[in-house]
């Protein structure tokens, strides 16, 4: 997988744009799906589908609007997993709950800020109007020394 997976992402994140939001929904879709799986494994039943879709509408909203549309957008998943919650009553249900609200927290809005990095970074580094590809670079840089062997 790395031989053909580290030199996509790189790839996907020189472009940006939409490759890179299409790289950080499949990250997201695929790290999620096996962070509740890990959970499933003792017994735990996470709302797997439904927090990988939450969490692909909020990276959705993150590209498209502003930080304070994200936060919005966060507080109305945590409204929709709430009311699932007090939907369903099985065993079990609270902490399936807060699972379905870490995995979004732990990866889905760590994910979100990445891109917002990437695409906002070019306007938050340059001074004037110039153009300055500082995300792209800054994120290759950290791509690069994430997988370096020490």
Do not use: C
């Amino acid at each position: 997988m790395a031989l053909w997976g580290i030199p996509l992402i790189l790839v996907l994140s020189y472009l940006g744009s939409y490759y890179f939001l299409a790289l950080i929904l499949l990250i997201n879709g695929m790290s999620l799906w096996e962070f509740y799986t890990i959970y499933q494994k003792q017994n735990f039943r996470a709302y797997r589908s439904m927090g990988v879709l939450l969490s692909s509408i909020l990276i959705l909203i993150n590209f498209w609007y502003s930080v304070e549309a994200l936060f919005t957008v966060f507080l109305i998943i945590i409204l929709v997993i709430v009311f699932r919650h007090l939907k369903i009553s099985e065993p079990n249900s609270s902490l399936n709950t807060i699972l379905t609200f870490a995995g979004i927290l732990y990866i889905s809005l760590f994910l979100a800020i990445l891109l917002r990095v990437r695409t906002q970074m070019e306007s938050w580094m340059s001074w004037d109007s110039t153009p300055n590809p500082s995300g792209k670079y800054f994120l290759l840089v950290w791509i690069y020394l994430a997988n370096m062997r020490v």
